[in-house]
């Protein structure tokens, strides 16, 4: 569904409508911009350097002080240096990725673009006087950008005043600052999903078109157990029974956050570029997703995958596809695969591929989570109907199988956590 109940209904179990748009903007309200902080930390710095990041903070610095954007860490950042560059972890395709220390906690700084006059500025504020901008334009102005960043429709009624605390001498720059980040898709999926899901960063706050998110643990292909255990838990985590105990509880994580996205909202979320580089752990070893440029909600999926194709191949996008209807030349709108079946490819095939001989998992509970997962990877079907079927079959063996093996570890002594 496509219209204006679809966003209503996304926190169906959580929250109303209004709550989702005070994520990404009455907290400007409150004490300004939200902020994301994107956990890539132990990425390949690539061609950015700490020369480029040290004058990209530097320019912001001088647009705050020259007062043409705001937001709740500018100050710390810009005058009191509590917000403290570290250094440089990446740019891609125009994305800036910087770590830094606030307050003495690493954080993560993203922008899609380097300068704030980059992004598209709100023609109209130079063109009016602030008091003459009606509140009900500017909330609708707020929708219609989330609503092309999620493909879902937000109505403007339904979301609540924009401001609650009047407008003051900042509100043009707090204005200007709320349009470039959203104008960041990434920023608004975490704004949106961050008060009701876990398995989403936590934002901390921003400053102009710079947002932050929590610092954690990445995952990196060439790493054992796909994630530094050690460095998200501690040292205690080491040896065979320490990877088989981190590799069990990070599986199920996955399982629940796959679970999450598939159910709770009112649109099923596609992840469209699963790696291990993509997700994070907190030190409770709960999956996070830390880069969702390519997720996308069910009506987007569809725009997205329905285009023209002589093959199969032409309905391929990264790892979301659907099948070719040669009849019409277009593919299918719906998508042929998932977000379970991609995982168990990409994440669990590496885990369970009996490379854990030596702990005390038994070896027959090893070639059934081996098998589990080869079957959830390869379900051997081409029709959308028989594979949902399939796949929840495989996620409640799966579900099984894991817990199996959190009993065998509990058992021999080595998992000191409660089994649920």
Same mark, same amino acid.
């Given at each position: 569904m496509r219209g204006a109940p679809a966003l209503r209904r996304l926190a169906r179990r959580r929250c109303p409508a209004a709550v989702l748009l005070a994520v990404g903007a009455l907290g400007w309200a409150a004490g300004g911009v939200f902020v994301f902080l994107a956990a890539r930390g132990g990425v390949w710095p690539g061609r950015c350097t700490d020369e480029q990041s040290r004058r990209m903070l530097a320019r912001l610095c001088l647009d705050y002080r020259q007062g043409a954007l705001t937001g709740d860490l500018c100050e710390d950042l810009c005058v009191a240096q509590k917000l403290i560059y570290k250094r440089c972890l990446y740019y891609d395709q125009g994305k800036k990725v910087i770590q830094a220390d606030w307050r003495g906690r690493p954080v993560i700084l993203?922008?899609?673009?380097?300068?704030?006059?980059?992004?598209?500025?709100?023609?109209?504020?130079?063109?009016?006087?602030?008091?003459?901008?009606?509140?009900?334009?500017? *909330?609708?102005? /707020?929708?219609?950008?989330?609503?092309?960043? *999620?493909?879902?429709?937000?109505?403007?009624? $339904?979301?609540?005043? *924009?401001? $609650?605390?009047?407008?003051?001498?900042?509100?043009?720059?707090?204005?200007?600052?709320?349009?470039? *980040?959203?104008?960041?898709?990434?920023?608004?999926?975490?704004? /949106?999903?961050?008060?009701?899901?876990?398995?989403?960063?936590?934002?901390?706050?921003?400053?102009?078109?710079?947002?932050?998110?929590?610092? =954690?643990?990445?995952?990196?292909?060439?790493?054992?157990?796909?994630?530094? /255990?050690?460095?998200?838990?501690?040292?205690?985590?080491?040896?065979?029974?320490?990877?088989?105990?981190? /590799?069990?509880?990070?599986?199920?994580?996955? =399982?629940?956050?796959?679970?999450?996205?598939?159910?709770?909202?009112?649109?099923?979320?596609?992840?469209?570029?699963?790696?291990?580089?993509?997700?994070?752990?907190?030190?409770?070893l709960t999956v996070v997703a830390i880069d969702v440029d390519m997720a996308f909600f069910e009506p987007k999926m569809r725009d997205i995958l329905e285009q023209n194709c002589t093959g199969d191949e032409d309905c391929n996008f990264f790892d979301c596809f659907s099948k070719c209807d040669l009849r019409s030349g277009k593919c299918g709108a719906v998508r042929a695969n998932n977000n379970l079946q991609v995982i168990c490819d990409k994440i669990f095939r590496p885990w369970f591929s009996l490379n854990l001989r030596g702990s005390t998992v038994s070896f027959p509970l090893q070639l059934q989570l081996q098998k589990a997962v080869h079957d959830c990877a390869e379900p051997g079907y081409d029709d959308v109907a028989p594979l949902h079927r399939t796949s929840l079959a495989s996620l409640s063996k799966l579900y099984q199988l894991l817990r199996a093996s959190q009993i065998e570890l509990q058992k021999s002594g080595s998992y000191s956590r409660p089994v649920h």
């Open positions: 993203k922008s899609k673009k380097e300068i704030f006059s980059s992004y598209q500025r709100l023609g109209f504020l130079e063109e009016m006087e602030l008091e003459g901008i009606p509140e009900s334009d500017l *909330l609708l102005m /707020v929708a219609l950008e989330i609503k092309n960043a *999620l493909g879902l429709e937000l109505p403007s009624n $339904t979301t609540g005043p *924009l401001w $609650t605390r009047g407008r003051g001498p900042q509100w043009k720059a707090q204005l200007a600052s709320m349009w470039s *980040l959203l104008q960041q898709e990434e920023y608004i999926y975490f704004s /949106v999903l961050q008060d009701f899901s876990k398995h989403v960063l936590r934002v901390i706050g921003s400053c102009g078109h710079f947002y932050a998110v929590e610092y =954690l643990t990445a995952g990196h292909a060439w790493h054992s157990t796909l994630f530094s /255990v050690e460095d998200a838990v501690g040292v205690s985590f080491s040896g065979i029974e320490s990877k088989a105990k981190a /590799v069990t509880e990070i599986a199920i994580s996955f =399982l629940d956050m796959v679970n999450h996205f598939d159910n709770d909202f009112s649109h099923r979320l596609h992840l469209c570029d699963i790696k291990p580089e993509n997700f994070a752990i907190r030190n409770d």
